[in-house]
C-alpha cells in the first residue's frame, strides 16, 4: 500500500514535467540555444582566467592572477580608469542634467528643436568625432596653427593626445548620453511641487536646488552610474588619444595585451574577469539605491508640466545650448568635411586642398565593398537583435511559462561585460571553442552575431516597455472569439508593437554601424567595415582618405536617426530609449 501511495505522486510528477515540456518546449530550446551564445562565453572566459596553458592538458591554478594583480601597474592601470571615468562622468553630468532642465522646464527658445540636435550629437558615431578633434587640437591642428600666429605663442598650445583631451572629448559624447537618459524624468515630474516653491519667494535656481534635484535624484545616480560603466567600457576615444601619450585604461590594456606580438591572452582573460566583477557591482549598486524606480514617472493623478519663465536669461540658456552643439558636432564635423579635401595632415595653406580623396576612396573597391558590408550588418544586427529579443521579452511580460526571469537574466547578462571583454569571451569560445562556428569566423555574419549578443540588453529593453503597455485583454479577447496563438500574435500584438520594433532595429542598426572595439577583433579584409577603414587609415598613415569613409558613417548614422525620430513622432514615442 505504502508502493502504490509513493507510485501516485511519482507518476502525477513525471505527467505533468512531461506536460509543461509539450507546452513549452520551443520555449526551453530558444533558452537553450540563447544561454549557449551568452552565458557560455562569459563561462568560458571565467575558466579560461585559471588555466595556465592553451593545450587541453592545461593545470587549473591562480597563477594567471597572481602575475596581473602582484604587479603596481595593473593598480596604477585600474585607479586611472576609475578616475578618469569619475571626472568624465561629473563633468557631463552637470552639462546633460543642465540641458535636459532647459529642454523640459523652462521657457527657452526652440527646445524640441534642441533635442533633435541632442540626438543627433549622441548618435553620431565617436570614432569619426575623435579623428576630427586630432584634426582640430592635435600638435598640427587647425587650432594650434591659428592659435601660434598669436603675438608671443611659441609651440602647440593644445594637446589633444592628454588626460585632457581624453577627457574634453569623452565629455563632450557623455553629456549628450546623460541628457537622454534624464530627460523623460524632468518632462514626467509633477511642476505643481516647483510652483509651491517660487509661491513661496524661491528663485528658480534655489527651487531648481532644493526641490527639483532632490526629486529627481533616482534618476540622476541611475544616469550617472549607467554613464560610469559607459565610461569604464570606453575604448576609440581612449586608445586613439590616450595610447600616443601612453595613457592606458583598462579596456584599451585588455586589447594590447591581446593583439600584441606575443600576445597574452592570459593577462587580458584574467584582467577581463575583474572587469566583469566591477561591472557587475556597479549594476548591483545601481539597483541597490534605485530600490526598483525608473526613470519615468507616470501616476494616475493628472498635472501640468508648466516651463519655468526665465525673463530674459532664456536667450543665455538658449544660446549655451546651441554652443554645445556647435563645440561638439559642428565644429568636428566641419573638420571632417575639410579632412577629407586635404593633400596632407595637419597642411594648412590655400593650395593644400584636393579632390583626390574623395576621386581615389570611391574608385577603391575595398570602400565600396566595406559599405555594402556595414549596411548588411546594420540590417543583420537589427534584424536578429529585435527577432530575438522581441520573442525573449514575449516569453517573460505575456506568458505564464515558470522560468521566465531566467530568459530575462539571460538577455541582461551581456551588460555585466564591456565590449573588450565580451571580444576576448567570444574569442575563447568561438575560436577556440565550439567548431559549429569556424566556417563562419572572421564573416560579415559572425560580426552580426556578435553584435547581436551584445545588443540584447538594449533590444530587450526597449521592447519589454512596449510589451508592458498593451492591455492582456486585448490578446484574451482574440483568443475568447477563437483566433489561435499566432493569428492573435500577428493581428494584434505585431500592429500594436511596431513602433517599439521599428525603433529597436533602428537602434540596434545605429549601434552596429559605429562599433570598433568588437569589430577589430574579429574582422578579416573580405568582411572590413567603414569603421574598419576608418582605424585602418588611421594607425596605417592615411587618415585624409580614412575621413571619407568616417564622413559616409556619419551620413548612414544620421539617415537612420532621422527614420526613428520619424517613427517616434508618429507613435508619440517620448523617448527612443
Known sequence: MT????????????????????????????????????????????????????????????????????????????????????????????????????????????????EVLMW??????????????????????????LLSNLPGVEGPVLDVYSYGGIIFVSTLQLAAFIFLLTLP????????????????GASSLKVLRVVTAPLLMPTILGAALYAFVFCLESFETEVMLGTPAQIYVLST???????????????????????????????ALQARLLGGRNFTTVTGKGHAVRPVSLGGWRWVTFAICLLYFFISAVLPLSMLILGS????????????FTLANWQVSLSDPRLINALTNTILLGVLVGLIGTAVCAGATYVWVRTAFSSRRLLEIITWAPRIAPGPVLAIAFAWAFIGGVPIFHPILGSVLMLALVLSINALPLGSRILSGGMHQIAFELEEAAQVNGAPWWTTFRRVMLPLLAPALVTSFVLLFLIAIRNLVLIVFFYK?????????????????????????????????????????????????????
Open 341 to 352: 579635401f586635404m593633400r596632407g595632415w595637419g597642411i594648412w595653406s590655400a593650395s593644400a
Open 185 to 200: 524624468a524632468f518632462r514626467s515630474m509633477d511642476a505643481s511641487l516647483e510652483e509651491a516653491g517660487r509661491v513661496s
Open 525 to 577: 579584409p573580405e568582411s572590413r567595415v567603414l569603421s574598419a577603414i576608418l582605424w585602418e587609415g588611421w594607425r596605417g598613415g592615411n587618415p585624409e582618405r580614412a575621413l571619407v569613409a568616417g564622413l559616409i558613417m556619419m551620413a548612414i548614422s544620421m539617415v537612420a536617426l532621422l527614420i526613428a525620430l520619424q517613427v517616434r513622432k508618429r507613435a508619440g514615442i517620448p523617448s527612443l530609449y
Open 253 to 283: 590594456e585588455i586589447y594590447v595585451l591581446s593583439q600584441q606580438f606575443p600576445n597574452d591572452i592570459a593577462g587580458a582573460t584574467a584582467l577581463s574577469t575583474f572587469f566583469v566583477v566591477v561591472v557587475g557591482a556597479i549594476i
Open 120 to 145: 543627433v550629437k549622441f548618435f553620431a558615431p565617436p570614432l569619426p568625432i575623435v579623428v576630427a578633434w586630432i584634426l582640430l587640437a592635435g600638435k598640427t591642428g587647425l587650432l594650434n596653427t
Open 3 to 114: 508502493a502504490l501511495t509513493l507510485e501516485v505522486p511519482r507518476a502525477s510528477a513525471l505527467a505533468a514535467i512531461a506536460n509543461h515540456l509539450r507546452r513549452w518546449w520551443f520555449v526551453w530550446l530558444f533558452i537553450g540555444v540563447l544561454a549557449a551564445l551568452v552565458l557560455y562565453p562569459l563561462a568560458v572566459l571565467f575558466f579560461a582566467s585559471f588555466r595556465t596553458g592553451e593545450d587541453a592538458a592545461a593545470a587549473f591554478s591562480l597563477a594567471n592572477y597572481q602575475r596581473v594583480f602582484s604587479s603596481p601597474a595593473t593598480y596604477q592601470l585600474i585607479w586611472t580608469t576609475i578616475w578618469l571615468a569619475a571626472v568624465r562622468v561629473a563633468l557631463a553630468g552637470v552639462i546633460g542634467i543642465f540641458l535636459a532642465w532647459v529642454v523640459a522646464r523652462t521657457d527657452t527658445p526652440w527646445r524640441q528643436g534642441i
